[in-house]
């Protein structure tokens, strides 16, 4: 039963579409790297956004300014993955 989970999981990971915007090897491990950190700022934001309701404090503007800056180059630079929704949909 497990792998037949697996098989399907791998079959379904096959059918992404890497898209990498940038040829410059070291601009897209700085984008890539700097997502990491920029996803965490979003959360973290999110997550404060969720549990202070209305009085927006100053931890959660620090976070939003962050991901702003951190997924800048990310989005330049970054590697993105397409997944094939229809493929998903269907099993």
Do not use: C
């Not at 934001?45 to 951190?70: C, F, G, P, T």
């Amino acid at each position: 039963m497990l792998l037949g989970k697996m098989e399907w999981w791998y079959g379904n990971m096959m059918k992404t579409t890497k898209i990498q915007r940038t040829k410059i090897l070291p601009l897209r491990w700085i984008g890539n790297f700097l997502g990491e950190y920029a996803g965490n700022h979003l959360i973290k934001a999110i997550d404060l956004d969720e549990s202070l309701d209305s009085n927006l404090s100053l931890r959660y503007k620090y976070h939003a300014k962050m991901w702003v800056i951190l997924n800048k180059p990310y989005e330049r630079w970054g590697t993105y993955y397409l997944v094939d929704m229809e493929t998903l949909d269907d099993n």
